[in-house]
């Protein structure tokens, strides 16, 4: 699961070089949309994110699975530090979306199904988090983490599926003109190969973090036994 | 479970809760006949998920104060009978106060609330709460902050059950057509299916050890 510490060197600058190249596409590259004009810029990064915060959840999942199915603590570990991380991605996703909306669709904030279902799930691995902090045995820790991954992932679509159908049937709800400014725009080939290029970006800082996270955890790990030692000696 | 019904401290408990609740909700929200009907379902719906997280918490805490939890898993009996039996014995307490709380709403409010339909979703919505609640709470009395702790981890997972409930029981107090609320209804049923199912097949790494 962890990287040596030359390998995670190469990839930390690998990252920020990605990101410089990311940002300058952005801004140069991609050519400027007609009816939003410059702030539509930040849809690259807005799409990537979002993206990556998703993933970082069904990593969650698929660890809880395999955690539960072996009782290997390092799909414990994984599982864990992709909350954190997924959980950085899904607030930047709503705060970028929010300065977007506050332009395209005049508003900070619309019940949109996609917008709100994506901060339930902000909720539902927050509530992960504060659950793995009230509890000690580390057994205990992963196993309940991993049933509240699984229990809490498999919400998430039948939550989307709800308020979906909710605001279809209430068309008074739907004034907000949100479902047309979504789809909105027609991407020109320039834009989708920055888009791709975007959240294969993003999805390199995604593996960044996460190999610098689980080493930090090997590390505060290492720490311990030290300690360990040093008192039983 | 037995001796919960003999003491009925916890049942009494989320019935005066209950009624409390609703009547809270008369002052908080100066309900006049238009709005009365408008949120009825609503308040319904989340005095039932208070109380119901407060059952919840307290009939897996007593087990786990009292450590019958820790006989229970002694006996030669499959884990996921102990979940089954603690899911309906919640869900049944569930119903109970809703047996109680909706006669005296519907006087309260002046609306027709006991009527089939709104009996079903109300059937339904309570058995998806009961399941998915009860294994949540068997998480959560384990671990420190307990008793707040079910209501942060349960409500997020709880949403599309409440919206799918108050939709049924909103749309049948507007005297909706069926083929719009059939909708809903297999909402709940699907919503039941799937956590039930999942709660069965995690529950045994919940009371392990």
């Known amino acids: ?79 864990a530090a992709s909350v954190e991380v997924g959980l950085l991605f ?44 009230g509890i000690d045995d580390p057994n205990r820790r992963a196993r309940f983490a991993a049933v509240y991954g699984i229990v809490g992932f498999i919400s998430v679509p039948i939550t989307f599926f709800a308020i979906r159908i909710w605001r279809t049937i209430h068309p008074a709800v739907i004034g907000t003109g949100s479902e047309t400014a979504q789809g909105g725009f027609d991407m020109t080939q320039p834009m989708v190969v920055v888009l791709l ?15 610098n996270r689980l080493q930090l955890e090997k590390l505060a790990e290492r720490v311990e036994q030290l300690k360990a030692r040093i008192l039983s000696a | 479970m ?68 820790d006989g229970l898993l002694m006996a030669p009996v499959d884990r996921s009978a102990l979940y089954f039996g603690k899911m309906l014995g919640n869900w049944l307490f569930m119903l109970i106060v809703q047996a109680v709380v909706l006669p005296v709403f519907s006087l309260l409010y002046n609306l027709p609330l006991v009527q089939p339909l709104i009996l079903l979703s109300v059937l339904l919505g309570t058995l998806g709460y009961a399941g998915v609640g009860t294994l949540l709470a068997a998480l959560s009395v384990q671990t420190r902050a307990r008793d707040v702790m079910l209501p942060i981890l349960l409500l997020p997972v709880a949403v599309p059950l409440l919206v799918a ?30 956590f039930i199912a999942v709660a069965y097949m995690v529950f045994d790494y919940v009371v392990e050890e």
């Open chain 2, 2 to 69: 037995r001796a919960e019904f003999r003491t009925r401290e916890l049942l009494s408990t989320m019935l005066v809760f209950s009624l409390l609740v609703v009547l809270t909700f008369n002052f908080a929200l100066q309900l006049d006949r238009m709005a009365r009907e408008n949120v009825a379902a609503g308040v319904l719906w989340v005095t039932t998920i208070f109380a119901g997280t407060l059952g919840l918490n307290r009939s897996l805490a007593a087990e786990k104060d009292r450590g019958s939890l």
């Open chain 1, 90 to 133: 899904t607030f930047l996703t709503i705060v970028s979306g929010s300065v977007w909306a506050r332009p395209a669709w005049n508003t900070w904030w619309t019940w949109d199904p996609r917008l709100t279902t994506y901060t339930i799930m902000a909720l539902i691995y927050i509530a992960y988090l504060m659950l793995r902090q």
């Open chain 1, 197 to 211: 290029f975007s959240i294969a970006t993003l999805s390199v800082l995604y593996v960044c973090l996460m190999a």
């Open chain 2, 165 to 194: 409930a108050v939709q049924a029981g909103g749309g049948v107090l507007a005297r909706r057509e069926w083929s719009d609320l059939s909708l809903w209804f297999n909402l709940l049923v699907a919503y039941d299916t799937i």
């Open chain 1, 1 to 79: 699961m962890s990287l040596s510490n030359r390998t995670l060197q190469i990839l930390n600058v690998l990252t920020v070089l990605l990101l410089v190249v990311n940002t300058a596409l952005i801004f140069l590259y991609a050519p400027l949309e007609r009816t939003m004009g410059e702030v539509q810029r930040i849809f690259y990064f807005h799409v990537g994110v979002a993206w990556v915060g998703m993933a970082a959840f069904v990593v969650t999942l698929v660890a809880g699975v395999l955690y539960l199915r072996t009782g290997n603590l390092r799909w414990d570990r994984l599982g």
